[in-house]
């Protein structure tokens, strides 16, 4: 629990430093395409590694899709 702390905390210091950076929500796609891609970069070793990857990204899709829906995150 305490990794999970950790990454969560950087997270959000990640997420304040975004937009600290750059105000606008509008800028933010090229820093979320390029986190998307790291994460890739360093997690699709194998055949099936891609193939999570891309399960994730549609898992993603669904998430937006609800927010946009609902007008909340699970």
Same mark, same amino acid.
């Given at each position: 629990?305490? *990794?999970? $702390?950790? @990454?969560? $905390? !950087?997270?959000?210091?990640?997420?304040?430093?975004? /937009? =600290? @950076?750059? %105000?606008?929500?509008?800028?933010? @796609? %090229?820093?979320? /395409?390029? &986190? +998307?891609?790291? @994460?890739? =970069? *360093? !997690?699709?070793?194998?055949? %099936? $590694?891609?193939?999570?990857? &891309?399960?994730?990204? %549609?898992? +993603?899709?669904?998430?937006?899709?609800?927010?946009? *829906?609902?007008?909340?995150?699970?």
């Amino acid at each position: 629990m305490i *990794k999970e $702390d950790d @990454l969560r $905390d !950087s997270l959000n210091e990640i997420a304040g430093d975004i /937009v =600290e @950076l750059e %105000s606008n929500p509008r800028t933010w @796609l %090229s820093w979320m /395409v390029y &986190f +998307l891609a790291r @994460l890739e =970069e *360093k !997690s699709t070793i194998t055949a %099936s $590694d891609k193939e999570a990857f &891309f399960d994730m990204l %549609s898992a +993603l899709q669904d998430e937006i899709r609800n927010r946009m *829906k609902t007008g909340g995150w699970n």
